[in-house]
């Protein structure tokens, strides 16, 4: 019976010893993957700014943290970050480029376009095309159909919609 005793020990305690070397292992993930998101989005972790969130996939924070996109994936989903701004889904850090060569995220490019689209004439709305004009005089160079989709993004009708006497 001791025998028996001490070999149940023995397994309990290797298996404690595991659960602790996985959940120490899971904690430097985090960790390594967390430093690398504030890396690449230090301007919106400072500013508090959505429109200063700079564009970042998965696959960006994977090779800066050192691990494979699919555990940034399963690290970020269901976790908030608290900063000095308030609580964000780490999953709400991560937007796409509008084309590959931008470096402009598309929380910017909607606040911009939003601030157009607001002081607009009212009795003579802007266009689509009049629009990605003015968004590229701003510096977001994107295509019309883009501008289209992130207008009605932001519930903006198209302009003759939009027009109020």
């Known amino acids: 019976r001791r025998k028996e005793a001490f070999e149940y020990i023995r397994l309990r305690r290797e298996s404690a010893a595991d659960f602790i070397a996985l959940a120490s292992m899971r904690a430097s993930t985090?960790?390594?993957i967390g430093r690398a998101i504030v890396g690449?989005?230090?301007r919106f972790f400072v500013s508090g700014?959505?429109?200063d969130l700079r564009p970042m996939i998965l696959?960006?924070?994977a090779e800066r943290a050192g691990v494979d996109i699919s555990a940034v994936s399963?690290?970020?989903s269901g976790k908030y970050i608290l900063t000095p701004h308030g609580m964000y889904a780490m999953k709400s850090l991560f937007n796409e480029r509008p084309n590959s060569?931008?470096?402009a995220s598309t929380p910017a490019i909607l606040k911009a376009l939003g601030e157009i689209i607001?002081?607009?004439d009212k009795a003579d709305p802007l266009s689509d095309r009049e629009l990605t004009a003015l968004l590229a005089a701003r510096g977001f160079?994107?295509?019309r159909r883009t501008v289209a989709k992130y207008r009605e993004r932001l519930g903006q009708p198209v302009a003759r919609l939009r027009k109020q006497l």
């Open 141 to 143: 160079d994107i295509a």
């Open 118 to 120: 607001e002081g607009e």
């Open 74 to 76: 399963r690290a970020v």
């Open 40 to 42: 690449i989005q230090r």
């Open 30 to 32: 985090l960790m390594a």
């Open 49 to 51: 700014d959505m429109a």
């Open 101 to 103: 060569d931008s470096e």
């Open 59 to 61: 696959k960006d924070v």
